[in-house]
C-alpha cells in the first residue's frame, strides 16, 4: 500500500517495534512484571482489552502491565477516550497526560502497539487485540504514562521554533495584513 498522505494507516505492518525491552539484559529491578488484570463489567456488550503500563516510582516496586477490559459500548471512539474511562470507572490511580482532545498540544502522546501516537487522534478500532499501551520511549519516565519532558522542551526553546521579527516591539500587538499571512501560507 502507497501511503500518500500522514494520516493513512498502513493495512499491514511488516515489522511491529517493541515498545520496551522484553526484559533481555535488563537489570532486576527494571523488569515489567505481570500486574492486576480488571474484569469487564458482567454486562458488557463489546470488550475491548488494554495492557497498560504501570510505573510507580514511590512504591519501589518494579514496572508492571495491568490489564484492563472495557466495554467499548460505553466508551467513546478514542484511546483517550477509554483512557478516562479507564481512570474514572475502573482505576482511579491510572495516571496520564491530556490537554486539547484535538490533536494540536501533544500532551496526550504515547507509545500504542508499539509506534508513537497521540492518544485523542488513534482509534481504538485500530488497535491491536489486545492494545498495549506505554509511555513514549525515549523519555524517563515520571509516572504511569508520564514522561518527563523537561529536556524535550529545553531543546525546544533552543531552537526557538516561533516567528521573531528584527523591528522592536510595539506597544500594541503587531496586525497582520492579508498579504503578510499569504506569504506564511506560500501564497
Not at 67 to 91: R, T
Not at 135 to 142: G, M, Q, S, Y
Not at 157 to 182: G, H, V
Amino acid at each position: 500500500m502507497l501511503i500518500r498522505s500522514s494520516d493513512q494507516l498502513p493495512r499491514v505492518t511488516a515489522l511491529k517495534r517493541f515498545p520496551v525491552p522484553r526484559n533481555f539484559n535488563v537489570s532486576a529491578e527494571s523488569r515489567i512484571e505481570r500486574g492486576r488484570t480488571w474484569p469487564a463489567p458482567t454486562n458488557a456488550t463489546r470488550v475491548k482489552k488494554f495492557e497498560i503500563y504501570r510505573y510507580n516510582p514511590d512504591s519501589g516496586e518494579n514496572p508492571r502491565i495491568d490489564v484492563y477490559q472495557v466495554d467499548l459500548a460505553a466508551c467513546g471512539p478514542m484511546i483517550l477516550d477509554a483512557l478516562i474511562k479507564i481512570k474514572n470507572e475502573i482505576d482511579p490511580t491510572l495516571t496520564f497526560r491530556r490537554s486539547c482532545r484535538e490533536g494540536i498540544c501533544g500532551s496526550c502522546s504515547m507509545n500504542i502497539d508499539g509506534v508513537n501516537w497521540l492518544a485523542c487522534t488513534r482509534f481504538i478500532s485500530d488497535t491491536a487485540e489486545p492494545a498495549t499501551i506505554y509511555p513514549l520511549n525515549h523519555l524517563r519516565v515520571i509516572k504511569d504514562l508520564v514522561p518527563d519532558v523537561t529536556h524535550l522542551f529545553a531543546q525546544y526553546a533552543l531552537i526557538e521554533p516561533w516567528l521573531q521579527t528584527t523591528t522592536p516591539d510595539p506597544e500594541k500587538e503587531r496586525l497582520q495584513s492579508t498579504k503578510d499571512r499569504n506569504k506564511i501560507d506560500g501564497y
